[in-house]
């Protein structure tokens, strides 16, 4: 793997957190930990890394500061939720149903219902990947993992 096309680390905004509950920490973890294991990010202006990575959410703006591996300011840019905000909204309806269907639902319907979480995730990594090519350009997993720690920073 290039370094210099890498992510080695990734900060969530503490005041965009807020409190989640043990579903949302889990995926958090999970995002992170499978971000830092491969990932491939690419500035277009061509900067090279290895790089550090900070989010956040403002004013239903995704904030994305890029650092270098000291953790100094490269640079950054914000993404609008707006194109992101029917398809983060049925995800976090059919997690719901995924969470509770976990508990008491056959296997063939939690089967289904995570075939339909599945679809919904790769839907907003490609809306994703496809925003962020004017600034990065990421692999599908890197966007994947990207997208569920936006997920993450939405939820309330």
């Known amino acids: 793997m290039d370094e210099r096309h890498r992510i080695v680390n990734i900060f969530l905004d503490d005041k ?3 409190r989640r509950n043990p579903e949302i920490e889990h995926d958090r973890a999970v995002a992170i930990f499978d971000l830092l294991e ?3 990010f690419a500035p277009v202006n061509g900067e090279l890394g290895p790089f550090i990575l900070h989010l956040s959410i403002n004013e239903n703006r995704l904030g994305l500061l890029v650092c270098d591996e000291a953790d100094n300011k490269m640079f950054n840019f914000d993404l609008s939720l707006s194109s992101f905000r029917s398809v983060i909204k ?3 309806l059919i997690c719901e149903s995924y969470y509770s269907a976990i508990k008491v639902a056959s296997s063939s319907k939690i089967q289904a219902i995570d075939m339909a979480r599945r679809g919904l995730h790769n839907d907003g990594s490609q809306i994703l990947v496809e ?5 990065i350009e990421v692999d599908f997993d890197t966007g994947r993992q990207l997208f569920t720690l936006l997920c993450v920073l939405h939820s309330r």
């Open 38 to 40: 491969a990932n491939y």
């Open 131 to 135: 925003r962020l090519k004017k600034f």
């Open 90 to 92: 049925d995800y976090f």
């Open 16 to 18: 965009t957190l807020g």
